[in-house]
C-alpha cells in the first residue's frame, strides 16, 4: 500500500543510485546467501528487526511473544523492534541504511527493483534455501511464497501474513436498484449507472491514499495478459499504449464517467472510505480480508450486518487467467541480511517461524501457512468463516499491486494521473502518453 510523495521519491532515487555505485564495496563482507546452516556456536545478544507494521498488529503481537520465549531459554538474547508504520518514512530509512551498508539482522522489504539489486549483490539470505533447510518449505501457502517472490522466480522475503482481497457489497442496495453482482469487469459501469439512479453511492473508496485507485488499474490488465504485464511494463519491455494498459485506461474512464466512485472521492481518507460502506450508503467496497473484524462481526452496523456479502475480481472475455486467481498479498516481507546472518540468527529464525502460524492464527488473521487454523472470533458472522474457508481454493497467480511493482517516480505520477483519468479531467489518450513518457524516463531495464 505504498504511497511515495514526489519529494520521498526523490530521497529513494538518491539512495538507490548510493546503493548501485557502492554495490562491489557492499558485498565485500557479505556471506553465501545460500549458506543458510552457518557452522558455530549460537551466542546470544541482542538482534534487530527494521519494520513497517502497526506497532499494536498482530505480527509485531506475535514475534514480540515468541521473541520473549525464545529469550527464557537463551538469556541475553533480544528481539529489537525498529519500528515505522509510516511506509514513505519507512522506505527513506530502509534504503538510506541500506545504500550506507548498516542494515540490521532483519528487515521489511517488497519484492521490488531496489530490493532486487540487493539480492543480486548478494546482500539478502536466499529464503528458499532457508526454509527448505528448516524443514518448512512445504508448510507455506504457494501464493503467500509467490508474493514475495521477484520475477525470476527467486524467493528473499518471508510472508508473515496472507490476506484475500474482495469487493464487498450491500445485497440490498443491489437489489433496490435492479442489478446483480457484476460478472465481468465491463459490467461495472452499467451497475454505477443503475446506482446513481436509484440516490446510490456505487463504490466507496479511499482515494487519499490512492493505492486503491491503483488496485482498480491493475485488475484490467491481470485479466487480459496475465501478471506478466506488469513485470515487462516496470523493465520497459511493454508500454501502457499496449492492449493491455490501454484496455485499463479506458475501463478507469468508464467508471469515472459512470459515477462509480463517491463525489470527492480524491480528498476521502481510509476511515471515512469504509464508513460510507459500513452504514450502508455505499454499495460496493473493495478491500481485504485484514477488515474482517470491521466487515463480518457484530461490529458492523446492525442495519446492514445480515446484507453484506463478497464476490471476488470478476473476469472478462478472454481472460488469461482463472476466476480463482486474484489480489492475495501476503503483505510485506521480512529479509534476512547475509552480511549479519550466523548460528544465532538462524537458530531464533528456526525457532519463529516454526512458532509462529499458531501465535499468529490465534489472532483471527489468516496464517501464510496451511499448518495454523485460523480462530474465528465468538462474535463473527457466518461471513466470516467463508471468506477465511476461501483462502484454501486461491490459485497460484496473483494480480500484484503495482505499488509494491514500478519505480518510486513512475508510481507516483501514475497515481497523480489515475486521480486526473477518474474525474475525467485527461483522456485515456492524455493518460497513456504521460505514463508512457514517464515510464521511458524511469524504467528499469
Known amino acids: 500500500m505504498t504511497t511515495i510523495t514526489r519529494g520521498a521519491a526523490m530521497i529513494a532515487a538518491a539512495a538507490a543510485t548510493a546503493l548501485i555505485l557502492t554495490g562491489c564495496s557492499g558485498t565485500s563482507g557479505a556471506s553465501d546467501p545460500t549458506d543458510v546452516d552457518p557452522d558455530g556456536e549460537v551466542v546470544p545478544r541482542e538482534i ?99 508474493y514475495q517472490r521477484f520475477d525470476d522466480g527467486s524467493l528473499y522475503m518471508v510472508p508473515f501474513e496472507f490476506q484475500l482481497e474482495y469487493f464487498w457489497y450491500n445485497a440490498e442496495l443491489l437489489d433496490r436498484a435492479g442489478v446483480s453482482v457484476p460478472a465481468t469487469l465491463d459490467d461495472f459501469p452499467a451497475m454505477c449507472e443503475a446506482l446513481r439512479a436509484k440516490g446510490i453511492t456505487p463504490i466507496a473508496l479511499d482515494g487519499q491514499d490512492q493505492w486503491p485507485l491503483e488496485r482498480y488499474m491493475a485488475y484490467y490488465p491481470f485479466r487480459l495478459a496475465g501478471p506478466e504485464y506488469v513485470q515487462q511494463l516496470k523493465t520497459g519491455d511493454a508500454s501502457f499504449a499496449d492492449p493491455a494498459g490501454r484496455a485499463a485506461a479506458e475501463w478507469l474512464s468508464s467508471l469515472g464517467r459512470a459515477g462509480c466512485f463517491q463525489e470527492g472521492f480524491s480528498s476521502t481518507g481510509y476511515a471515512d472510505a469504509q464508513a460510507l460502506f459500513t452504514s450502508g450508503k455505499a454499495a460496493v467496497y473493495n478491500i481485504g480480508t485484514w477488515e474482517l473484524s470491521n466487515l463480518a ?102 494480480a500484484m499491486p503495482w505499488d509494491t511493482q514500478l519505480d518510486p517516480a513512475t508510481n507516483t505520477r501514475l497515481q497523480q494521473e489515475l486521480t486526473l483519468l477518474v474525474q475525467g479531467d485527461i483522456t485515456p489518450d492524455e493518460f497513456i502518453a504521460t505514463m508512457d513518457a514517464t515510464l521511458a524516463e524511469n524504467a528499469d531495464g
Open 297 to 398: 462481526t457484530d461490529s458492523l452496523d446492525e442495519g446492514v450486518r445480515d446484507t453484506v456479502d463478497y464476490f471476488t475480481l470478476p473476469t472478462i472475455d478472454g481472460a488469461v487467467t482463472d476466476d480463482n486467481e486474484y489480489v492475495t498479498p501476503s503483505g510485506i516481507g521480512m529479509a534476512v541480511n547475509s552480511q549479519t546472518y550466523d548460528p544465532l540468527v538462524r537458530d531464533f529464525l528456526a525457532f519463529a517461524l516454526e512458532r509462529y502460524p499458531e501465535v499468529y492464527a490465534a489472532t483471527g488473521a489468516l496464517s501464510p501457512t496451511t499448518t495454523a487454523a485460523t480462530t474465528v472470533p465468538d462474535n463473527a458472522t457466518p461471513l466470516y468463516t467463508r471468506a477465511i474457508e476461501q483462502a484454501d481454493s486461491v490459485g497460484p497467480r496473483i
Open 48 to 146: 534487530s528487526w527494521l519494520l513497517s507494521r502497526p506497532a499494536d498488529g498482530g505480527v509485531i503481537t506475535a514475534m514480540e511473544q515468541i521473541a520473549d520465549e525464545y529469550a527464557e531459554d537463551h538469556p541475553g538474547f533480544g528481539l529489537n523492534l525498529i519500528t515505522t508504520p509510516d511506509r514513505p518514512s519507512y522506505i527513506q530509512k530502509y534504503e538510506t541504511l541500506a545504500a550506507a551498508n548498516k542494515l540490521p539482522e532483519l528487515f521489511d522489504t517488497d519484492a521490488t527493483p531496489f530490493a532486487r539489486k540487493l539480492a543480486e549483490q548478494g546482500r539478502m539470505v536466499d529464503v528458499d534455501a532457508l526454509l527448505e533447510d528448516l524443514g518448512l518449505a512445504d508448510d507455506y501457502r504457494e501464493a503467500a511464497l509467490n
